[in-house]
Nanobody, 121 residues
Framework: VQLQASGGGLVQAGGSLRLSCAAS????????MGWFRQAPGKEREFVAC????????YYADSVKGRFAISRDNAKNTVYLQMNSLKPEDTAVYYC???????????????WGQGTQVTVSS
């Protein structure tokens, strides 16, 4: 399984970005695709996740109402639409896959390489 994250960049506060995560290999309805982020000097934190089957979504409180996670099953791709970005959203964003719902990084077995998001004030 390989995960390829893309879409990061530099944006001004209040702006938007859309991250993509293309997954290779088979996927099952029980699989969870998640987005995490890690800022310098901080631990990796949960952002959002989605179940391949059914599409149920979960969000960290810090991004609710601003970020939206979605998936395209035909393309084996998960997206993270980020709106109303704030400087505190600056981090490296990682996509990952788990076998069941979890907000803890240790539950995710496969990880993408990360994409940098920088929000200027």
């Amino acid at each position: 399984v390989q995960l390829q994250a893309s879409g990061g960049g530099l944006v001004q506060a209040g702006g938007s970005l859309r991250l993509s995560c293309a997954a290779s290999g088979r996927t099952f309805s029980s699989h969870i695709m998640g987005w995490f982020r890690q800022a310098p000097g901080k631990e990796r934190e949960f952002v959002a996740c989605i179940r391949w089957g059914g599409g149920r979504t979960y969000y960290a409180d810090s991004v609710k109402g601003r970020f939206a996670i979605s998936r395209d099953n035909a393309k084996n791709t998960v997206y993270l639409q980020m709106n109303s970005l704030k400087p505190e959203d600056t981090a490296v964003y990682y996509c990952a896959r788990a076998f069941g719902y979890s907000e803890h990084p240790s539950s995710y077995r496969y990880w993408g390489q990360g994409t940098q998001v920088t929000v200027s004030s």
